[in-house]
């Protein structure tokens, strides 16, 4: 059965870059026609889609955040990463990486690792 | 951009059927999923491609998808049920759209 765990600074300064991995467990990121999601959560608040990553290399990201967002995968070590620059305290969440399946508009996120906070303060 | 609304709060006895709509412009041309969060955990996929469970959700919850509506529907509704709930969709403007979330009760 397939897990993520998200890893990475608890606290980023402003305008500084959060940086997070997330390693897949229990089969190989490449396998199957899946790709790999962060999503976010502010406390108290709903979900945030940041975007997601095939490893083919092909991104898509939520245009809201597309200027400030990088991610990239190791197929080597079964992870992919996220950096998000220039952050605020708009960016204080809860973090989570998820496998996404499907295609068009038929699509879901199973499963989803424990989330990580990240609070930006200084 | 494309927005999904769910009330924010649903209240239902043990035993009874619950609801927790998420609307949408022509939502039912897409497909839904509905997440459960329980406090501090994770989303749990609990319905996908409309009406589909995932392995190991009870058969007690169900989706359906038409015009500007998706509903989540779980009948017989126990305390463990008692959970935010959240509706996804897909959107060519923002790939991925999150609803605000439903508090569901069970009181």
């Known amino acids: 059965q397939v897990q993520l765990q998200e890893s990475g600074p608890g606290l980023v300064k402003p305008s500084q870059t959060l940086s997070l991995t997330c390693t897949v467990s229990?089969?190989?990121?490449?396998?199957?026609?899946?790709?790999w999601n962060w999503i976010r959560q502010p406390a108290g608040r709903g979900l945030e889609w940041i975007g997601r990553m095939y490893t083919s290399g092909t991104t898509n990201y939520n245009p809201s955040l597309k200027s400030r967002v990088t991610m990239s995968v190791d197929a080597s070590k079964n992870q992919f990463s996220l950096k998000l620059t220039s952050v605020t305290a708009a960016d204080t969440a809860v973090y989570y990486c998820?496998?996404?399946?499907?295609?068009?508009?038929?699509?879901?996120?199973?499963?989803w690792g424990q989330g990580t906070l990240v609070t930006v303060s200084s | 951009s494309y927005e999904l609304t769910q009330p924010p709060s649903v209240s239902v006895s043990p035993g009874q059927t619950a609801s927790i709509t998420c609307s949408g412009d022509n939502l039912g041309d897409k497909y839904a999923s509905w997440y459960q969060q329980k406090p501090g955990q994770s989303p749990l996929l609990v319905i996908y491609?409309?009406?589909r469970r995932p392995s190991g959700i009870p058969e007690r919850f169900s989706g359906s998808n038409s015009g500007n509506t998706a509903t989540l529907t779980i009948r017989g509704t126990q305390t463990m049920d008692e959970a935010d709930y959240f509706c996804q969709a897909w959107d060519s403007s923002i790939v991925f759209v999150f609803g605000g979330g439903t508090k569901l009760t069970v009181l």
């Open positions: 491609q409309d009406n």
């Open positions: 229990g089969g190989s990121i490449s396998s199957g026609s899946y790709y």
């Open positions: 998820a496998r996404g399946y499907g295609s068009g508009s038929n699509n879901w996120f199973d499963p």
